[in-house]
């Protein structure tokens, strides 16, 4: 097989700009002026090679941009809003700052971030696609990945923290039974471009193993997926309430879904939790405040925080990084039976 091919270099990105390594690196570090045609052709020349500077040996010459991002599926979840709070507060304490990015399913998504020379990455996407996520592990960078979903095919020296969520959610399913729910319904994420999940994805993963290992049925009636908003999800549950097969309880990605089946509950007039029981997963505030208080699964967030920066430091010191595994914490409230 032909060998890899040679990542550029800082000389193939001057001879393509037709300027000297050191024009190069002015314009990279931005700590001299260069005039605005030679800046245009480098930064032409970079973004044509896709060359990116080792950022390690940045960090360790201390001539990193101290920036983090950190990935994510979805910026207006109120949990990712939390989590980026506690990795802002450590990495601020190490002298970075952190940008927090949507997942973007696009060929330019990882050029534009290795133009930007963050030096690490934090993912927590069950959405973003494999060959983005070792495209940037093949480019140099530290990155690590939030286990929201199984990462069996990346190759490369990548961290991991496995952050509870698979059996989290199989204690969410253990609850409902041991209340008396028999009709169990996975309630799958909300997605218009069609991101839906597979025994990959870990909160489903433990959703349907839990159920197996009870042997409750695991069959389309226990899985209600595909809803492209959740005005779709509102009417998909008080369809399932009204007319459908039985469903005694509901266990959901995050509480907001949850929030949305609770809502279609009490809108169809069903007692929560005599009827209906409901389990969210993420703990946020609404679902405390929301009347029945929602139950639900809550991470360790400091913790996760604090050991993504430690992993990242790791990397950047050319270690090799190790897992890290947390536990969650269910919350049972007011839409489950007491066991």
Request: net charge neutral; proline share 4%; hydrophobic share 40%.
């Amino acid at each position: 097989m032909p060998g890899r091919k040679a990542a550029p270099t800082r000389k193939d990105v001057a001879r393509m700009a037709d300027v000297s390594e050191t024009i190069v690196s002015y314009v990279l570090n931005n700590n001299r002026y260069v005039s605005a045609e030679k800046r245009r052709r480098v930064l032409e020349a970079v973004e044509a090679l896709r060359y990116r500077p080792n950022s390690i040996a940045r960090a360790l010459k201390g001539k990193g941009n101290s920036h983090i991002l950190f990935i994510v599926d979805n910026v207006a979840n109120e949990y990712f809003g939390r989590l980026i709070q506690e990795i802002d507060a450590v990495a601020y304490d190490s002298g970075y700052l952190v940008s927090l990015m949507g997942t973007k399913n696009d060929e330019e998504f990882v050029s534009r971030i290795l133009a930007r020379q963050v030096d690490a990455v934090i993912i927590s996407s069950a959405t973003l696609a494999e060959r983005f996520v070792q495209e940037l592990i093949d480019a140099g960078l530290p990155v690590v990945l939030l286990m929201t979903r199984d990462y069996a095919a990346i190759r490369g020296r990548a961290a991991r923290i496995y952050t509870g969520i698979e059996s989290g959610i199989m204690a969410a399913v253990r609850l409902l039974h041991e209340t008396g729910c028999r009709h169990i319904v996975h309630v799958d994420r909300v997605s218009r471009s069609g991101h839906f999940s597979t025994r990959q994805d870990l909160r489903f993963r433990g959703f349907c193993n839990q159920m197996e290992a009870l042997g409750l049925p695991l069959d389309e009636h226990a899985i209600l997926s595909h809803c492209e908003s959740y005005e779709a999800l509102f009417d998909a549950v008080c369809a399932r309430l009204r007319n459908g097969p039985p469903a005694d309880g509901f266990v959901c990605r995050n509480d907001r879904l949850a929030l949305t089946v609770l809502s279609a509950a009490l809108a169809c007039g069903c007692d929560v939790p005599g009827e209906v029981s409901i389990v969210g997963f993420d703990n946020t505030d609404a679902g405390m405040l929301m009347r029945p208080a929602l139950s639900t699964v809550s991470h360790d967030q400091a913790g996760i925080a604090s050991a993504a920066m430690e992993l990242i430091e790791r990397m950047v010191r050319g270690e090799a990084p190790p897992e890290r595994h947390f536990v969650t914490r269910l919350l049972p409230r007011d839409t489950t039976r007491r066991p």
